[in-house]
């Protein structure tokens, strides 16, 4: 997911005040996948969900000295719902491969107990105990993929609680409002070269 270009930044603005355009920016972009996030088929959305967390976390964590201890704390926050999203995104890729292999070791002792069975009329139920060359394996990717489903919902039922969590304690509004501070001597963007490129965070100048 490409990030969204932040708008207004001015080279010889105060810092405080790019900063702030750049945490509102990807403040908005993580909250713009709720509610569509709160539908466990959204695996896309989910995923991109992560990514404007973790880089709303970054931009936080560059910015604890100029918005004080709610940037701190918001960007803890951002870091939590990164590593639950990012659990989730695991099994989200890991339980598609297990399938697959399923279905290859399937694929493949069918081939070889019809190679065993010849001309037979009909096949044998005992042909394929003693001729499925993956019939532990089956077991054993069936269990993983039991595994990752139900930890994958587990996951997500804990990602719905974090968010009703931020919802209830105003993350939003009472990051918005630390953001809108100001420190008590203002720092221009020349003492921390602001990018306003892809991803929208501060990089020291030399």
């Not at 403040?27 to 509610?35: H, I, S, T, W």
């Not at 990164?82 to 081939?111: F, K, M, N, W, Y």
């Amino acid at each position: 997911m490409k990030p969204a270009k932040v708008k207004g930044l001015k080279p010889d603005a105060p810092l405080a005040d790019s900063l702030q355009r750049i945490v509102t920016t990807r403040l908005r972009e993580l909250c713009a996948f709720m509610p569509v996030a709160e539908d466990p088929r959204r695996v896309t959305e989910l995923h991109d969900m992560r990514i404007a967390a973790k880089r709303l976390r970054y931009i936080l964590e560059l910015s604890t000295e100029i918005f004080g201890p709610y940037a701190a704390e918001a960007a803890a926050r951002a870091k939590e719902l990164q590593t639950v999203l990012g659990e989730i995104h695991d099994c989200d890729v890991t339980l598609p491969r297990v399938t697959e292999l399923a279905a290859e070791a399937r694929a493949a002792d069918v081939a070889a107990i019809l190679a065993r069975a010849g001309t037979a009329a009909d096949l044998d139920p005992a042909l394929f105990a003693a001729t499925a060359p993956h019939a532990s394996a089956h077991r054993g990717l069936a269990t993983m993929a039991v595994y990752l489903q139900a930890r994958r919902e587990l996951l997500f039922a804990r990602f719905l609680a974090l968010w009703l969590e931020l919802e209830r304690d105003g993350f939003r509004a009472r990051l918005a409002f630390a953001i809108s501070e100001r420190p008590s001597r203002p720092v221009l963007s020349h003492d921390l070269h602001v990018d306003s490129s892809a991803s929208g965070l501060p990089s020291t100048e030399a």
